[in-house]
């Protein structure tokens, strides 16, 4: 989680709360920029915007890492500013680990600061064959780390049952089913039939699975160079003391590094485009909040989580919004004020003795139309999903056109 701080002018601050098995560690990335035209704060005025960031970090819960490029010689004993420096960390009760150089040019200028009664860091390691002018620092954290997050998740095989199987149990389940009267009856009776052939056929499954989340615009081929370059990145580490061939490897594993990131751009940006491209107005805007990262968290429509009012609540808003449409839709007839596109209806006096007086009956054909021109989507609370019952429409029809079940539903 990262922190909103005050504003420092002599030097960039990356302020971050981690937190590990109820562990809080609190890091404090820094970068100061060297004295230029561009950049007129001297090393005074760093000593005494850091000391401010100190008061309000030490009063901080956790444990406190403070890392970065700070730019001022602590290796040199007769430097001021260093001196300065080092005093203010040692009054404070802070201990500065890194010794040796840590820039080609010889002097420590990348530090890892942590309380001196606090062991929350130790094996610090200065590597110098990283391919840039400052080394890498490289320690352990002595905090445990977090344990993936396990996530249980049930499924159902289906691709795995026969279809002449399926079409055997459907056949029996449904032809074994005492249509009555009552269509919540014959509702239920069709659920339990089919459920308890597909329970049989392609029972539940459950299984724990580490939740890795990746970007979605992070395709195998991002993969394939990510590998690569780690590989590139191994054999320069590994190279010898041999100027020449250490001189190679570093260039091109940082041709290979600046032509991955490039890549990694591209598809990020491509990604994002063609979502924003492919999107409606709604959309557009969680898109964009989601990108600039002022993505709101909206509260649940009905904060009620007891699952067996929640149908009842949605019945009720709904019907409720159908019956204030209708009351408005009687209330502009009778007004004669009502009209869609031009297209007024007939009075009230004209179609009261209107009225539905019988049905055609439902055919097999009617039955098997309506099932082919449904979408292919399906729930958790379907006792079988929609494309089987397309797949096997011819033994779902024929049931459904001679019970009573289209004319119990009207």
Known sequence: MMNKTNVYHSFELLDINTYAQNEI???????????????????????????????????????????????????????????NFLDLI????????????????????????????????????????????HCAIHFMSNNMKPSPKKLTKSRRIFSGIDSDTLRVHISEALSAINFGTDSSDLALSYHEAVSKVVDCLAPIRSSKVSDKPRAKWFNPQMLVDRRYLRQLEIRMKKSKDVTAVTEVNKQVFRAARSAYNDKLTEHKTAYQRTRIRNADQKSLFAIIDEITGTKKVLSSIVPDSDPLRLPQLFCNYFGKKISDLRDNIKSSVSSNSFSVGGYSPPSKDSVQNLAFTSFAPVSVDDITSLISKMPAKSCDLDAIPTYLVEQNVDIFAPIFSSSDVVRCSL
Do not use: W
């Open 25 to 83: 560690i609190h890091l404090l990335v820094i970068y100061r920029p060297p004295y230029s035209p561009g950049h007129r704060h001297t090393v005074s005025k760093f000593i005494s915007e850091f000391s401010t960031l100190l008061e309000i970090a030490l009063l901080a819960p956790g444990h406190l890492i403070i890392s970065g490029d700070f730019n001022i010689h602590v290796d040199d004993m007769d430097c001021n500013d260093a001196a």
């Open 90 to 133: 040692n009054s404070l009760g802070l201990v500065q680990h890194i010794r040796g150089p840590t820039h080609e040019k010889g002097h420590t200028l990348d530090l890892v600061i942590t309380r001196a009664a606090d062991k929350c860091t130790s094996d610090f390691v200065v590597d110098h064959k990283m391919p840039s002018d």
